[in-house]
């Protein structure tokens, strides 16, 4: 689950981190009058988006009186900024943060999510902050350290100094960081993050170390023990299909693609996302039903498929284990008794009741085109919606 920058920041302040006095907004009095109660002599007015790279898309703004903040919260709610993270329809901005400015002497960069392949926790910091890592790692790899350190409730002085010496500090400003990263590892580790990205992470002229901008991420299996932070979540943020797709435990995400797609199990829909793209077309969506989804499930998740105006050809791709086909044709059936199936159907099943399930397939009336294997599969729906 994704939160706000705001909210970011309020909750690294909670734990010990330094960052900007600030305040948000959702309309622009409220703003203004906020405002003024900050001790600045620059406004940074900030976009509230879920994405990054608002800065290169007029998403924040430096302001040096309260008429220019007025004047510019007024052109920026509302508006939608296109960045390389949001994709072409771009967000809209529903929400407003001003902070106090600061006297940037220098930039870093630093973040710390789990590695799965190691079981640790990796702090990436760089001396290069404030543009995208990503261009820093291809141009200029040196310039970016990885520690990994184990998971413990505590992390030790030899670690910290380890991740923040690629920043070349002062004593003091060193004795700051250090308190910085034990602050942001203590939230990582009780908030149940999965992401902390500070970028960039400053040092000012009066030698203070601030978080300047601040990205979370938690894992949202374990939100049930966070009701605080679930509440942060913020749906205008979300895509609706994708919201409706959690209400039914459904793991889902929209694509911009013509084929949608309905597979059991992560590897095989990511297998079937690639041999659509080899055949020439693009996938609508990554939907994972589960191994051992209902039919009330699966009638959700082909409604969920159907309410995309861009699907021209639904593939169902099934390989019963747990999950069995006959339970898969039953709600592919029923959904099409409460929806209007449209578009080319093909449905490939194998494994666990596939016989069954193709009986009832075959036995509803349904216009659908059977597969053998998941290449016939794609080669049909490819076909079929030319």
Same mark, same amino acid.
């Given at each position: 689950m994704n939160i706000h920058e705001h909210q970011a920041k309020q909750i690294l302040k909670k734990y010990g981190a330094v960052v900007p006095e600030g305040i948000f907004a959702l309309n622009v009095d409220e703003l203004v009058e906020k405002a003024k109660l900050l001790k600045t002599n620059k406004y940074v007015l900030k976009a509230q988006i879920h994405? @990054?790279?608002? @800065?290169?898309?007029?998403?924040? %703004?430096?302001?040096?009186?309260?008429e220019e903040l007025s004047f510019a919260a007024k052109e920026l709610l509302g508006k939608t900024l296109v960045t390389h993270q949001t994709g072409?329809?771009?967000? %809209?901005? /529903?929400?407003?943060?001003?902070?106090? !400015?600061?006297?940037?002497?220098?930039?870093?960069? =630093? &973040?710390? =999510? #789990?590695?799965?392949? !190691?079981s640790k926790i990796a702090f990436i910091s760089s001396e290069q902050g404030g543009i995208d890592i990503e261009e820093v790692a291809s141009s200029t790899p040196e310039k970016i350290l990885t520690t990994k350190v184990e998971m413990k409730n505590d992390i030790s002085n030899k670690d910290c100094e380890e991740i923040i010496k690629i920043f070349n500090l002062n004593d003091d400003a *060193? /004795?700051?960081?250090? !308190? =910085?990263? %034990?602050?942001?590892?203590?939230?990582?580790? &009780?908030?149940? +993050?999965?992401m902390v990205e500070i970028n960039p992470l400053i040092l000012t002229k009066e030698k203070k170390i601030i978080c300047l901008d601040a990205k979370v991420n938690f894992d949202s299996n374990a939100l049930f023990r966070h009701p605080d932070i679930l509440k942060l979540r913020d749906?205008?943020?979300? $895509?609706?299909?994708e919201i409706e797709a959690s209400k039914h435990d459904?793991?889902?995400?929209? =694509?911009? @693609?013509s084929i949608g797609c309905m597979v059991n199990g992560a590897g095989l829909a990511m297998a079937t996302m690639d041999i659509i793209k080899l055949y020439g077309k693009e996938p609508? *969506?990554?939907?994972?039903?589960?191994?051992?989804?209902? %039919? $009330?499930k699966v009638s959700a998740a082909l409604k969920i498929i159907l309410s995309d105006k861009n699907v021209k050809g639904i593939l169902i791709n099934i390989f019963g284990g747990i999950m069995r086909?006959? #339970?898969? +044709?039953? @709600?592919?059936?029923?959904? +099409?008794?409460?929806?209007?199936?449209?578009?080319?159907l093909v449905v490939r099943l194998a494994g666990t009741n596939f016989k069954e399930g193709k009986e009832i397939l075959d036995n509803?009336?349904? /216009?659908?085109? !059977?597969? $053998? *294997?998941?290449d016939d599969a794609a080669k049909k729906i490819v076909e079929a919606i030319k």
């Open positions: 994405a @990054g790279g608002r @800065g290169k898309a007029g998403g924040v %703004k430096i302001l040096n009186t309260i072409p329809e771009g967000r %809209k901005v /529903k929400r407003l943060y001003v902070e106090e !400015s600061s006297n940037i002497d220098k930039e870093f960069y =630093l &973040s710390c =999510l #789990v590695d799965r392949v !190691s *060193n /004795k700051q960081a250090i !308190s =910085l990263i %034990k602050s942001i590892y203590k939230m990582f580790i &009780s908030t149940d +993050a999965s749906l205008n943020e979300e $895509e609706p299909t459904l793991a889902y995400i929209k =694509l911009d @693609g609508a *969506n990554f939907l994972d039903v589960g191994g051992g989804a209902s %039919k $009330e086909c006959d #339970v898969l +044709a039953q @709600g592919v059936v029923d959904a +099409a008794k409460e929806i209007n199936i449209n578009v080319p509803s009336g349904l /216009k659908l085109i !059977s597969a $053998e *294997n998941l």
